[in-house]
């Protein structure tokens, strides 16, 4: 078996006193690296069940377990330290890395990939445990705390600029009682699109398509109005390449000219932003070209593809009904 270095580059803080954490959600690969981190997490949560415990329970523990690991990752990355009343849970955090990195690298085959992923589980673990003491008090995880858009970030400023046309007083800010009902339904999509995991989204929708497909007894109507009903309701994936797009433009006019690099979920735009002013004014303009923003300040991202599925099954019944 393969023997890795586990003290490899260990994070410091640098003269300026800026604190580079390394966090594997955000490597440039994370996509192909999620299935096996998601693999190893898995593993995790079923050695740590004692008693007989059905797969399906084990599934559970585990997407639990995979959420409070990013989710305490990010907030520590923010956070650039730790609290007094958080050093339990840092250290919790970064036990639970170990046991990922152990689980990892105990794989009969190690391949490029896979060391690329130890590399980074290994970095995020030294940048949890090297976290520097913070002075007050902090947040502790809870898994039923609501997720939010957190401000100054990506997906914050994307919300700020799509959500102007729903606010009740246009000077005021982007809280609950200023926005409308259509404006809170928008920013609670798009923080749920923040979030959203959508390889496995998509893999639900590929589960859900192929029992239609082996569902006996439908009519021919029946059936293409179930796919399409599918198709719909997972059409919002769209905004994933929309989302993507916009942050590659960003990366694009921030490094590295005013940043060494970007974290989707971390960096702090409006303080780079302070150092870039056009380029703030380039970016809303770049929101409102992906976002097909209208006149008005409403997006139409789901315009087309939604017309696009309606069209393939009018056909479709119309033809082979």
Known sequence: MTEFNYQLNPVQVDPSGHYDFQNVFDFPDFIEMRPVLREAVRQVAKEGVKE?????????????????????????????GYYPNQKK????LSRLFTHVLQAVSARDEIDQDIEDLVYAVNQTRLSIIGLPLLEGEGPLYSPDQDQELLPGTFYYLVALELVRPYLKDPKGGMVPENVTKKGRDLVLHLTTYAYRDWD??????????HAIENQKGLTNVEYYDRLEENERHYADHAYADVLADLFGDLEQMLVPTYCDHLAIMGTNLEQVFQKAPLVRLQFTQKVRERFLVDDQGEEHVMDQPLQSIHQKYEFYRTNFS
């Not at 007989?52 to 990010?74: N, S, Y």
């Not at 849970?89 to 919790?92: D, G, P, R, S, V």
């Not at 496995?200 to 398509?209: C, I, M, N, P, R």
């Open 52 to 80: 007989p415990t059905l797969p399906v329970q084990v599934e559970r523990m585990a997407t639990a377990l995979e959420e409070q690991l990013e989710r305490c990752t990010r907030k520590y990355e923010r956070q650039a």
């Open 89 to 92: 849970e840092k250290n919790e």
């Open 200 to 209: 496995s989204y998509l893999t639900h929708q590929y589960d859900e398509k």
